[in-house]
């Protein structure tokens, strides 16, 4: 077989769930740094983390066990390529879409929080649950699948449906936090704008890890179908839970920073309260009023 060939097929897809067993090291680490210094965080948000990170041990595992069938058990059987994936790849790519679907929908919490805007959170939740229905059914038409050249050209359309539609729900989330934070920081103090100043970035470059991806499987799927890039970059799923994490940790040290940021003059400001997450509580009813003393806030 062309050198090329198994570059873009079997070196494509090493790389990526090289890269993947790493980032995994990278999100277990953090799983434990979380458990370590937030052990009062609520049963359901830690629930939550233990989940997610059980879903992606399976995930490794599955992607192991995939590479290690293409490259141990067809080793020397090169035709073996235009067979269907391996059924612990299908598992695997069907473990991406459900955890993809729980960081989202995590982002969609604090979006109500934040927007109080129902309808705005109701249709996140309805491209949540298009993109989970889509790539649950490639996953059990996939199982029977024979030869990858037909099913992709009978069911390719349905997994960019998918992917379109994770692109835009993570877009989405993005803008609506950005523009809502925004348009109530308006004439607040400087304290507070520093604070949503923080917030906005971490809703910006959370949302930008997963659209990032998601993106780039979307343009490798349409323009390279007949090789495993676009399922190498399908296999580095842990950043979802990188982020997720960073998330969770980051916004609890905002009652760290916020006291040590210079005083202000100005009046207490009206009628603006910042809601914040506290990893304690995960998106709780505690705020930081602009006119807070400092020494209050370290309580939060």
Not at 4 to 15: H, K, R
Not at 35 to 58: Q, R, T
Request: glycine fraction near 6%; include cysteine.
């Amino acid at each position: 077989m062309d050198n090329t060939v198994l570059n873009n097929t079997l070196g494509a897809l090493e790389i990526g769930i090289l890269v993947s067993y790493m980032l995994f090291g990278v999100t277990t680490a953090q799983t434990y740094i979380y458990y370590h210094h937030f052990p009062d965080d609520s049963p359901k948000l830690k629930a939550m983390v233990a989940f997610v990170w059980v879903c992606e041990s399976a995930h490794a595992i599955c992607i192991g066990n995939g590479l290690y069938t293409y490259t141990i058990v067809n080793y020397g059987k090169p035709e073996r390529l235009a067979y269907a994936f391996p059924k612990s790849l299908l598992v695997g790519a069907f473990l991406t879409s459900v955890i993809s679907a729980i960081v989202q929908g995590f982002f969609v919490f604090r979006t109500n929080l934040l927007t109080k805007k129902l309808y705005l959170c109701l249709i996140i939740s309805v491209m949540i649950f298009l993109r989970l229905l889509a790539i649950s059914a490639v996953f059990s038409l996939g199982l029977g699948v024979t030869l990858l050249v037909p099913f992709e050209a009978q069911w390719g359309w349905l997994l960019i449906v998918g992917l379109a539609i994770s692109a835009a729900t993570d877009l989405t989330i993005a803008v609506v936090l950005t523009v809502s934070l925004r348009n109530q920081s308006r004439g607040v103090c400087k304290r507070t704008m520093a604070l949503v100043d923080k917030l906005i970035a971490w809703t910006i470059e959370t949302a930008a890890i997963t659209s990032v991806s998601t993106i780039l499987k979307f343009i490798f799927f349409i323009t390279m179908k007949h090789n495993f890039i676009w399922l190498a970059v399908l296999c580095e799923l842990p950043t979802g839970q990188a982020s997720l994490l960073a998330t969770l940790r980051e916004m609890d040290q905002v009652t760290v920073t916020l006291p040590s940021l210079p005083a202000v003059t100005q009046p207490p400001c009206t009628g603006m309260n910042i809601v914040v997450t506290k990893t304690s509580e995960v998106l709780d009813d505690a705020s930081i009023q602009c006119g807070s003393d400092p020494e209050e806030l370290g309580d939060v």
